[in-house]
Protein backbone atom coordinates (compact mmCIF):
# COMPACT_ATOMS: atom_id res chain seq x y z
CA UNK A 1 0.00 0.00 0.00
CA UNK A 2 1.00 3.16 -0.67
CA UNK A 3 1.70 6.10 1.14
CA UNK A 4 -1.85 7.57 -0.55
CA UNK A 5 -3.68 4.55 -0.11
CA UNK A 6 -2.52 4.07 3.28
CA UNK A 7 -4.25 7.98 3.86
CA UNK A 8 -7.59 7.15 2.16
CA UNK A 9 -8.41 3.82 3.82
CA UNK A 10 -7.25 5.78 6.96
CA UNK A 11 -10.04 8.85 6.15
CA UNK A 12 -12.54 5.90 5.12
CA UNK A 13 -11.73 4.04 8.49
CA UNK A 14 -12.08 7.11 10.25
CA UNK A 15 -15.25 7.73 8.55
CA UNK A 16 -17.04 4.97 9.95
CA UNK A 17 -15.38 5.17 13.30
CA UNK A 18 -16.36 8.50 13.84
CA UNK A 19 -20.03 7.66 12.43
CA UNK A 20 -21.63 4.43 13.41
CA UNK A 21 -18.69 1.71 13.80
CA UNK A 22 -18.96 1.68 17.24
CA UNK A 23 -22.90 1.06 16.99
CA UNK A 24 -22.02 -1.70 14.48
CA UNK A 25 -19.38 -3.49 16.66
CA UNK A 26 -21.84 -3.63 19.25
CA UNK A 27 -24.74 -5.13 17.66
CA UNK A 28 -22.59 -8.42 17.96
CA UNK A 29 -22.24 -8.25 21.19
CA UNK A 30 -24.47 -9.62 24.06
CA UNK A 31 -27.76 -7.58 24.83
CA UNK A 32 -26.47 -6.32 27.94
CA UNK A 33 -23.57 -4.64 26.58
CA UNK A 34 -25.03 -3.31 23.32
CA UNK A 35 -27.30 -2.05 25.04
CA UNK A 36 -27.96 1.36 24.20
CA UNK A 37 -25.43 1.21 22.11
CA UNK A 38 -27.27 3.57 19.67
CA UNK A 39 -26.86 6.68 22.30
CA UNK A 40 -23.22 7.76 21.83
CA UNK A 41 -22.80 8.41 25.46
CA UNK A 42 -22.78 4.83 25.87
CA UNK A 43 -20.73 3.91 23.31
CA UNK A 44 -18.02 1.27 24.30
CA UNK A 45 -14.03 1.18 23.36
CA UNK A 46 -13.35 -2.21 22.87
CA UNK A 47 -9.96 -3.90 24.18
CA UNK A 48 -7.54 -6.08 22.68
CA UNK A 49 -3.22 -7.28 23.02
CA UNK A 50 -1.73 -9.22 20.71
CA UNK A 51 1.41 -11.04 22.81
CA UNK A 52 4.20 -11.73 20.13
CA UNK A 53 7.25 -14.39 20.70
CA UNK A 54 4.92 -16.83 23.11
CA UNK A 55 6.52 -19.96 23.64
CA UNK A 56 8.14 -22.70 26.57
CA UNK A 57 11.43 -21.59 26.02
CA UNK A 58 11.25 -18.33 27.46
CA UNK A 59 9.55 -18.67 30.90
CA UNK A 60 8.08 -22.20 30.39
CA UNK A 61 4.66 -23.61 30.52
CA UNK A 62 3.72 -22.72 33.82
CA UNK A 63 3.93 -19.41 33.04
CA UNK A 64 1.82 -19.45 30.16
CA UNK A 65 -0.84 -21.40 31.90
CA UNK A 66 -0.48 -18.55 35.03
CA UNK A 67 -0.66 -16.16 32.24
CA UNK A 68 -4.22 -17.93 30.80
CA UNK A 69 -5.69 -18.58 34.28
CA UNK A 70 -5.26 -14.15 35.15
CA UNK A 71 -6.61 -13.69 31.26
CA UNK A 72 -9.74 -16.08 32.32
CA UNK A 73 -10.52 -14.71 35.82
CA UNK A 74 -10.15 -11.20 35.05
CA UNK A 75 -12.32 -11.98 31.83
CA UNK A 76 -9.89 -10.38 29.39
CA UNK A 77 -9.18 -11.10 25.96
CA UNK A 78 -5.70 -10.51 23.37
CA UNK A 79 -3.94 -13.01 20.69
CA UNK A 80 -0.69 -14.98 21.78
CA UNK A 81 1.70 -16.12 19.30
CA UNK A 82 2.66 -19.80 18.83
CA UNK A 83 5.81 -20.33 17.06
CA UNK A 84 6.16 -24.13 16.63
CA UNK A 85 9.69 -24.31 15.41
CA UNK A 86 11.90 -21.12 17.57
CA UNK A 87 13.91 -24.09 18.86
CA UNK A 88 15.07 -25.60 15.40
CA UNK A 89 12.74 -28.08 14.95
CA UNK A 90 9.00 -28.68 15.45
CA UNK A 91 7.67 -28.99 18.42
CA UNK A 92 4.47 -30.48 17.70
CA UNK A 93 6.49 -33.59 16.62
CA UNK A 94 7.80 -35.33 19.39
CA UNK A 95 7.33 -32.62 22.16
CA UNK A 96 9.24 -32.73 25.59
CA UNK A 97 8.04 -32.82 28.68
CA UNK A 98 7.84 -28.95 29.08
CA UNK A 99 6.72 -28.71 25.65
CA UNK A 100 4.04 -30.95 25.74
CA UNK A 101 2.65 -29.01 28.62
CA UNK A 102 3.14 -25.81 27.12
CA UNK A 103 1.06 -27.36 24.18
CA UNK A 104 -1.25 -28.43 26.23
CA UNK A 105 -1.97 -24.83 27.60
CA UNK A 106 -2.15 -23.55 24.02
CA UNK A 107 -4.78 -25.89 23.28
CA UNK A 108 -7.15 -24.18 26.10
CA UNK A 109 -5.97 -20.37 25.17
CA UNK A 110 -8.95 -20.27 23.22
CA UNK A 111 -11.60 -21.22 26.41
CA UNK A 112 -9.40 -18.51 28.43
CA UNK A 113 -10.31 -15.41 25.45
CA UNK A 114 -7.01 -16.09 24.09
CA UNK A 115 -6.20 -16.73 20.77
CA UNK A 116 -3.56 -17.78 18.43
CA UNK A 117 -1.68 -16.14 15.96
CA UNK A 118 1.07 -18.27 13.77
CA UNK A 119 4.17 -15.90 14.13
CA UNK A 120 5.52 -18.00 10.89
CA UNK A 121 7.45 -21.01 11.76
CA UNK A 122 10.97 -20.24 13.16
CA UNK A 123 10.26 -16.14 13.60
CA UNK A 124 14.43 -16.78 11.88
CA UNK A 125 14.64 -18.86 8.40
CA UNK A 126 12.70 -20.66 6.78
CA UNK A 127 11.68 -24.31 7.93
CA UNK A 128 12.13 -27.45 5.75
CA UNK A 129 9.09 -29.77 6.76
CA UNK A 130 10.82 -32.69 5.10
CA UNK A 131 13.75 -32.01 7.87
CA UNK A 132 12.18 -31.13 10.26
CA UNK A 133 14.62 -28.27 10.75
CA UNK A 134 15.74 -25.00 10.23
CA UNK A 135 17.44 -24.55 6.71
CA UNK A 136 20.96 -23.22 6.71
CA UNK A 137 21.32 -19.59 5.70
CA UNK A 138 17.90 -19.31 4.27
CA UNK A 139 16.24 -15.88 4.03
CA UNK A 140 13.97 -15.00 7.53
CA UNK A 141 10.44 -15.94 7.20
CA UNK A 142 9.35 -12.08 7.83
CA UNK A 143 11.51 -10.81 5.46
CA UNK A 144 10.20 -13.49 2.73
CA UNK A 145 6.65 -12.25 3.05
CA UNK A 146 7.55 -8.87 2.06
CA UNK A 147 9.47 -10.29 -1.27
CA UNK A 148 8.11 -9.54 -4.25
CA UNK A 149 8.69 -12.43 -6.35
CA UNK A 150 7.02 -14.50 -4.35
CA UNK A 151 3.82 -16.29 -5.52
CA UNK A 152 0.67 -16.83 -3.87
CA UNK A 153 1.32 -20.69 -4.26
CA UNK A 154 4.40 -20.93 -2.15
CA UNK A 155 3.50 -18.77 0.96
CA UNK A 156 0.30 -21.25 0.52
CA UNK A 157 2.06 -24.22 0.64
CA UNK A 158 4.59 -22.79 3.57
CA UNK A 159 1.81 -21.63 5.66
CA UNK A 160 -0.44 -24.59 5.38
CA UNK A 161 2.51 -26.46 6.37
CA UNK A 162 2.68 -24.51 9.65
CA UNK A 163 -0.87 -25.30 10.31
CA UNK A 164 -0.72 -29.17 9.55
CA UNK A 165 2.18 -28.70 12.06
CA UNK A 166 -0.18 -26.66 14.69
CA UNK A 167 -3.00 -29.76 13.39
CA UNK A 168 -1.01 -32.72 14.96
CA UNK A 169 -1.00 -30.69 18.35
CA UNK A 170 -4.78 -29.73 17.71
CA UNK A 171 -4.20 -26.12 18.21
CA UNK A 172 -5.98 -23.84 15.43
CA UNK A 173 -4.60 -20.53 14.71
CA UNK A 174 -6.73 -17.48 14.99
CA UNK A 175 -4.34 -15.36 12.68
CA UNK A 176 -0.80 -14.03 11.69
CA UNK A 177 1.50 -11.98 13.08
CA UNK A 178 4.94 -10.97 11.43
CA UNK A 179 7.89 -11.57 12.81
CA UNK A 180 10.11 -9.18 12.57
CA UNK A 181 13.80 -9.33 12.41
CA UNK A 182 16.35 -6.38 12.86
CA UNK A 183 19.18 -8.63 11.61
CA UNK A 184 21.73 -7.10 9.41
CA UNK A 185 20.55 -9.34 5.80
CA UNK A 186 17.14 -8.57 6.66
CA UNK A 187 17.87 -4.83 7.58
CA UNK A 188 19.85 -4.54 4.15
CA UNK A 189 17.62 -5.71 2.28
CA UNK A 190 14.51 -4.28 3.87
CA UNK A 191 16.07 -0.74 2.95
CA UNK A 192 16.10 -1.72 -0.87
CA UNK A 193 12.54 -2.67 -0.98
CA UNK A 194 11.87 -0.09 0.55
CA UNK A 195 14.11 2.10 -1.82
CA UNK A 196 12.18 0.38 -4.59
CA UNK A 197 8.63 0.93 -3.57
CA UNK A 198 8.25 -2.69 -1.74
CA UNK A 199 6.86 -1.16 1.35
CA UNK A 200 4.16 -3.33 2.51
CA UNK A 201 3.95 -7.31 2.62
CA UNK A 202 3.73 -9.03 -1.11
CA UNK A 203 -0.28 -8.67 -1.70
CA UNK A 204 0.17 -12.42 -3.29
CA UNK A 205 0.63 -13.14 0.82
CA UNK A 206 -2.84 -11.72 1.03
CA UNK A 207 -4.35 -14.68 -1.63
CA UNK A 208 -2.68 -17.35 0.44
CA UNK A 209 -4.27 -16.37 3.62
CA UNK A 210 -7.74 -15.70 1.88
CA UNK A 211 -7.65 -19.23 0.07
CA UNK A 212 -6.70 -20.96 3.52
CA UNK A 213 -9.35 -18.99 5.09
CA UNK A 214 -11.67 -20.50 2.15
CA UNK A 215 -10.40 -24.14 3.07
CA UNK A 216 -11.49 -23.86 6.67
CA UNK A 217 -7.81 -23.48 7.94
CA UNK A 218 -8.35 -20.92 10.63
CA UNK A 219 -10.66 -20.92 13.47
CA UNK A 220 -12.76 -18.21 11.56
CA UNK A 221 -13.60 -16.88 8.00
CA UNK A 222 -11.49 -13.72 9.08
CA UNK A 223 -7.96 -14.34 8.93
CA UNK A 224 -6.45 -10.67 11.09
CA UNK A 225 -2.93 -10.12 11.03
CA UNK A 226 -0.39 -7.86 12.60
CA UNK A 227 1.70 -6.42 10.88
CA UNK A 228 2.10 -2.13 11.29
CA UNK A 229 1.48 -0.47 14.49
CA UNK A 230 0.70 3.21 14.89
CA UNK A 231 -0.93 5.39 17.71
CA UNK A 232 -2.57 8.32 15.45
CA UNK A 233 -2.95 6.41 11.38
CA UNK A 234 -3.92 3.42 12.49
CA UNK A 235 -7.07 0.81 11.41
CA UNK A 236 -8.66 -2.16 9.52
CA UNK A 237 -7.52 -2.87 5.87
CA UNK A 238 -9.31 -5.09 4.10
CA UNK A 239 -6.39 -6.74 1.95
CA UNK A 240 -8.66 -9.85 0.53
CA UNK A 241 -12.26 -11.07 0.68
CA UNK A 242 -14.49 -13.51 -0.98
CA UNK A 243 -17.76 -13.56 0.41
CA UNK A 244 -17.96 -13.88 4.03
CA UNK A 245 -14.07 -15.03 4.10
CA UNK A 246 -11.54 -12.39 5.12
CA UNK A 247 -7.72 -11.03 5.50
CA UNK A 248 -7.54 -8.14 7.54
CA UNK A 249 -4.26 -5.97 8.97
CA UNK A 250 -5.92 -5.25 12.07
CA UNK A 251 -3.14 -2.08 13.46
CA UNK A 252 -2.39 -1.88 17.39
CA UNK A 253 -3.04 1.75 18.10
CA UNK A 254 -0.33 1.15 21.09
CA UNK A 255 2.92 0.42 22.12
CA UNK A 256 4.72 -2.04 23.88
CA UNK A 257 5.53 -0.52 27.36
CA UNK A 258 5.95 -3.75 29.53
CA UNK A 259 9.44 -4.09 29.29
CA UNK A 260 9.44 -5.31 25.09
CA UNK A 261 11.48 -8.28 23.77
CA UNK A 262 14.56 -7.01 26.03
CA UNK A 263 12.90 -7.84 29.92
CA UNK A 264 13.98 -4.12 29.85
CA UNK A 265 12.63 -2.25 33.16
CA UNK A 266 13.31 0.99 31.52
CA UNK A 267 10.62 0.36 29.14
CA UNK A 268 8.07 -0.47 31.49
CA UNK A 269 5.61 2.13 31.96
CA UNK A 270 2.11 1.09 33.14
CA UNK A 271 1.33 4.85 33.27
CA UNK A 272 1.67 4.93 29.34
CA UNK A 273 -1.96 2.94 29.49
CA UNK A 274 -3.44 4.88 32.16
CA UNK A 275 -2.29 6.86 35.09
CA UNK A 276 -3.64 5.62 39.03
CA UNK A 277 -5.73 8.36 38.89
CA UNK A 278 -7.29 6.86 35.38
CA UNK A 279 -7.05 10.87 34.05
CA UNK A 280 -4.45 9.95 31.29
CA UNK A 281 -2.36 7.35 28.96
CA UNK A 282 -3.20 6.36 26.13
CA UNK A 283 -6.18 4.01 26.81
CA UNK A 284 -7.90 6.90 28.36
CA UNK A 285 -7.11 9.03 25.04
CA UNK A 286 -8.45 6.49 22.61
CA UNK A 287 -11.47 5.92 25.08
CA UNK A 288 -12.26 9.84 24.90
CA UNK A 289 -11.96 10.45 21.37
CA UNK A 290 -14.57 7.08 21.07
CA UNK A 291 -12.21 4.94 18.91
CA UNK A 292 -13.63 1.64 18.13
CA UNK A 293 -10.84 0.50 19.73
CA UNK A 294 -7.72 -0.18 21.56
CA UNK A 295 -5.45 -2.61 20.86
CA UNK A 296 -1.91 -2.39 22.21
CA UNK A 297 1.02 -5.22 21.65
CA UNK A 298 3.37 -6.50 24.08
CA UNK A 299 6.16 -9.03 24.31
CA UNK A 300 6.45 -12.84 26.47
CA UNK A 301 9.86 -11.67 27.25
CA UNK A 302 8.46 -9.12 29.39
CA UNK A 303 5.11 -9.51 29.71
CA UNK A 304 5.71 -13.44 31.23
CA UNK A 305 4.42 -13.79 34.67
CA UNK A 306 7.53 -16.05 36.16
CA UNK A 307 10.53 -13.71 34.58
CA UNK A 308 8.99 -10.50 32.61
CA UNK A 309 9.71 -7.47 34.39
CA UNK A 310 6.07 -6.60 32.63
CA UNK A 311 3.97 -8.42 34.26
CA UNK A 312 3.18 -6.33 37.36
CA UNK A 313 2.76 -3.24 34.96
CA UNK A 314 0.09 -5.65 32.76
CA UNK A 315 -1.64 -6.46 36.20
CA UNK A 316 -1.91 -2.82 37.61
CA UNK A 317 -2.88 -1.51 33.53
CA UNK A 318 -5.87 -4.13 33.68
CA UNK A 319 -6.98 -3.16 37.80
CA UNK A 320 -6.68 0.39 36.55
CA UNK A 321 -8.80 -0.01 33.75
CA UNK A 322 -11.28 -1.86 35.63
CA UNK A 323 -11.62 1.02 38.36
CA UNK A 324 -11.64 4.18 35.71
CA UNK A 325 -12.97 2.70 32.56
CA UNK A 326 -15.14 -0.24 33.35
CA UNK A 327 -18.39 1.26 31.49
CA UNK A 328 -16.89 2.93 28.61
CA UNK A 329 -14.42 -0.62 27.22
CA UNK A 330 -15.17 -4.11 26.67
CA UNK A 331 -12.37 -6.46 26.19
CA UNK A 332 -13.06 -8.41 22.91
CA UNK A 333 -13.54 -12.16 23.50
CA UNK A 334 -11.48 -14.12 20.78
CA UNK A 335 -14.49 -16.00 19.82
CA UNK A 336 -16.09 -12.35 19.00
CA UNK A 337 -13.18 -10.57 17.14
CA UNK A 338 -13.61 -12.49 13.66
CA UNK A 339 -17.25 -10.69 13.34
CA UNK A 340 -15.64 -7.32 14.66
CA UNK A 341 -13.20 -6.77 11.83
CA UNK A 342 -15.40 -7.91 9.63
CA UNK A 343 -18.07 -5.49 10.68
CA UNK A 344 -15.87 -2.86 10.73
CA UNK A 345 -14.86 -2.44 6.72
CA UNK A 346 -17.99 -1.48 4.78
ZN1 LIG B 1 8.19 -11.56 17.30
ZN1 LIG C 1 16.65 -11.35 9.87
Redesign the pocket.
Known amino acids: MTTTERQRSRRRFLGIAGASAAVAVLRHFPRAIAGGADRPQNRKTILSFYC??TGPSVAGAKAFQTFLDYCAEQRIAGES?L?LGMSGHSISRQPSGEEAEYLKQVRRAWDCGIGTHM?LMT?HGLFDFDANGEKQGAIHEGLWLHEPDVAAEQYERYLSNIIAESQRAEIRFTGL????CGCDACTRRYTELRAAGHTEPNSALWKALLNLAKQGKFRSHTVPCFFGSSETDYGIHRKASEGDHGVYDLMPNAQDHFGI?ENNRDRVDPDYYITADGKSGIIVRHVQTKAPYCIWYA?WQGLNPAKGVGWPAFVTVVKRIREHLGDRVVWMPAAQRTTYVANLVP
Not at 177 to 180: I, L, R
Request: glycine share 8%; charged share 25%.
Open positions: DDSIEHTWPGWH
